[in-house]
């Protein structure tokens, strides 16, 4: 299938999707099956994995969740609804717990409540003064439906609370689902039982809601006022002396081993629960220590989904294309005979790299068994190598870039010794076609100018027609020759210069993002932005070569530096960045204005204990205070953790800089 087929192929499920998404959210009348559904979006998204070239504001891959439907008022979450990472395996979940080690700067031991990840409907109950005042659906993370009327049909939630000690404003979360006995006595109007869950709470008159066997099983709160509470479990047990229902398989955890060993033992018994279950959920049992790790993007820090076995079957593979990423990294792809797994019809499988190739001797022509877990791409497990033909080849790894020619390179990696697994074209000053267009991909993405109309496909139609070569392009586009193009009028060109013109206005950290620079990601891109301040000193860091400086920030090594250095050894690469500048208004950082620390700065030297530089410096950034990463007389503050560099003490003390430590640093915050 060449390029166009497929993007037509993804145009058409995407249509579909949206369509199917219209009659489910705002008419409330689904057309097919949830399985069919779930199906359709699960093919979506392994057509974006697969081809990194497509792209629709519409794709299920753009939202967490789904916008509220017009058939209910909407309900503005005070704290995010966000969705819940995965974890596949056991080496998933020992990295879920390194991330939390390396933010908290501390290896300490975590107790973990786990829960069973019952598969339903979200919903928030928020009560004020002991009544429940909205029922909210999740929405799209933000914005929910308010269906306050139809959750109150369902009998597990109370409506008004006796207890003296419930607080004044809470907003308890929570599950809808059907009891599998009780939904085969419904099987024949709905496909499943979380589709019947799903529609029952979106019927316009509750007395219809009302009919239908629902359940709700409360499992944390979203905003709390005053809370009192340390652990997540003394939370859940609150609840049950409140008159929720919570579920009684929950259970508390401490290792990773054990939580391997519940979820391997739960798998094995999740058929005969009277519900239906995808998983387990793992959260962090320390509700300050959830306060602290905080949110990424979409979801918490302090909480992952072990998601259970993954699905295979085995087919043959075709072909292996090569698909060149932003970075210039290689990755092979297996083009394999369509085999059904979970539902999902696969076409492609990832092979990640050349050494993974050579590891399992995967060849064109092989039989192998692909897994499938969950939205992740498909890639091979084995090759099955009793039915290989004799006249088959090992398969050549290309040593030039198909894009462009160029030579490929694996590089060195001096912490571990090794080259690395990845190849890459080192062509990244938009000299490699491939390159280059996903460089301007990841400019107009949702992160960074997030520019609605101007999505991938627009991008490779306007390349093409030598409209964009570089990201300054797409402020000086040829509209009159846009306007005259299939698919194009007035309208739609109106439409993409608000856009643009809207996007000029961005903040410090999704200029950095955007640029695309190699291991500078939203969170380093954070760091640059808050302690660098404004494009401007960034522009001289680069100009004067002393990017170095930016070591003294924590959160910032070598290898971002090096990153940094690479991209701008090249003078297009610097001159792309100047022009941009001049082009957008890029905004500073706004801080807390009235805080402890208004008008102070603060330096950090050594290692801090318990908590981790980023998040000192969240703290007093809170507090209006800001960071600095060299000492100069606008220094108020050193503060000075364990094995700290004399060399800034001394200079602090010859400037007359107050240096304390950090139990004093915390004395000040109170």
């Not at 705002?26 to 559904?37: A, F, R």
């Not at 340390?230 to 939580?259: A, C, H, P, R, Y």
């Not at 891109?525 to 400086?549: C, G, P, Q, W, Y």
């Not at 108020?636 to 107050?658: Q, S």
């Amino acid at each position: 299938m060449d390029k166009e087929q497929i993007k037509k192929n993804y145009l058409i499920k995407v249509k579909e999707y949206k369509d199917h998404n219209k009659s489910y959210y705002d008419e409330s009348n689904p057309k097919i099956p949830d399985s069919q559904y779930d199906k359709l979006k699960n093919e979506i998204l392994n057509l974006e994995k697969t081809y990194k070239f497509l792209n629709n504001k519409n794709s299920p891959s753009k939202s967490v969740g789904y916008k509220a439907s017009k058939s209910f008022d909407k309900y503005k979450h005070k704290v995010p609804m966000l969705s819940l990472s995965n974890a596949f395996n056991e080496e998933d979940l020992y990295n879920f717990e390194k991330k939390i080690f390396n933010y908290l700067n501390n290896k300490i031991k975590i107790e973990y409540s786990v829960e069973p990840k019952i598969d339903g409907i979200s919903a928030s109950l928020t009560y004020i003064n002991k009544k429940l005042l909205y029922g909210v659906s999740r929405g799209d993370g933000n914005v929910g439906e308010l269906i306050t009327e139809n959750l109150k049909t369902i009998k597990d939630i109370p409506q008004e609370i006796k207890f003296k000690n419930f607080p004044e404003e809470i907003e308890i979360r929570g599950e809808v689902f059907i009891k599998k006995k009780d939904f085969l006595k419904i099987k024949d109007k709905f496909a499943n039982a979380r589709n019947a869950a799903s529609g029952s709470l979106r019927q316009k008159d509750p007395k219809e809601t009302k009919k239908i066997p629902l359940n709700f099983v409360a499992y944390t709160f979203g905003y709390l006022k005053n809370n009192s509470f340390n652990k997540q479990s003394d939370f859940l047990n609150k609840l049950k002396e409140w008159g929720f229902k919570v579920n009684k398989n929950n259970n508390m955890i401490s290792t990773i081993k054990d939580l391997v060993k519940f979820h391997k033992l739960f798998e094995s018994k999740r058929f005969n629960l009277d519900y239906d279950v995808d998983g387990l959920v793992y959260k962090v049992n320390d509700l300050s220590m959830q306060s602290r790790l905080g949110f990424t993007s979409n979801a918490p820090r302090w909480a992952i989904a072990h998601k259970f076995s993954a699905d295979n079957a085995n087919t043959k593979i075709l072909n292996i294309d090569i698909q060149i990423g932003r970075t210039g990294a290689l990755t092979p792809v297996a083009k394999v005979e369509p085999v059904n797994i979970g539902g999902v019809v696969v076409s492609n499988a990832t092979l990640h790299n050349e050494d993974e190739i050579n590891r399992k001797d995967i060849r064109i022509g092989d039989v192998v068994k692909i897994e499938r877990a969950g939205d992740v791409i498909p890639h091979v497990i084995e090759v099955d190598k009793t039915k290989r033909k004799s006249v088959s080849k090992k398969y050549e790894f290309p040593s030039v870039c198909p894009s462009c020619g160029s030579q490929t390179i694996k590089e060195f990696n001096k912490i571990t010794k090794k080259f690395d697994a990845v190849r890459r074209c080192i062509n990244t000053d938009f000299k490699c076609e491939r390159i280059a267009i996903e460089n301007l991909k990841h400019f107009i993405s949702k992160e960074a100018l997030n520019i609605d109309g101007l999505g991938k496909k627009v991008i490779e139609k306007f390349w093409d027609l030598n409209l964009i070569k570089k990201p300054q392009d797409i402020f000086n586009l040829n509209y009159s020759k846009i306007k005259n193009l299939d698919g194009w009028g007035q309208l739609s060109v109106n439409n993409l210069k608000r856009s643009i013109e809207n996007s000029k206005t961005i903040n410090f950290q999704r200029f950095i993002y955007s640029i695309g620079i190699r291991h500078i990601g939203i969170e380093n891109a954070k760091i640059i932005s808050d302690n660098v301040k404004n494009v401007s000193n960034f522009i001289n860091l680069i100009e004067t070569k002393r990017l170095d400086e930016l070591l003294n920030i924590n959160g910032i090594g070598e290898t971002q530096i090096n990153s940094l250095k690479n991209f701008f050894a090249s003078s297009n690469n610097l001159k792309t960045i100047i022009e941009l500048s001049s082009i957008l208004k890029i905004e500073n950082k706004k801080f807390n204005q009235n805080g402890l620390f208004k008008n102070k700065s603060f330096m950090f030297t050594g290692k801090l204990n318990g908590i981790s530089r980023a998040e000192a410096k969240s703290l007093i950034e809170k507090n209006s205070g800001i960071t600095l990463s060299s000492i100069n007389n606008n220094l108020n503050y050193l503060v000075v953790g364990e094995k700290p560099t004399l060399r800034k003490i001394n200079k602090a003390k010859e400037l007359g800089i107050k240096i304390i430590s950090q139990k004093d640093l915390l004395k000040l915050l109170n």
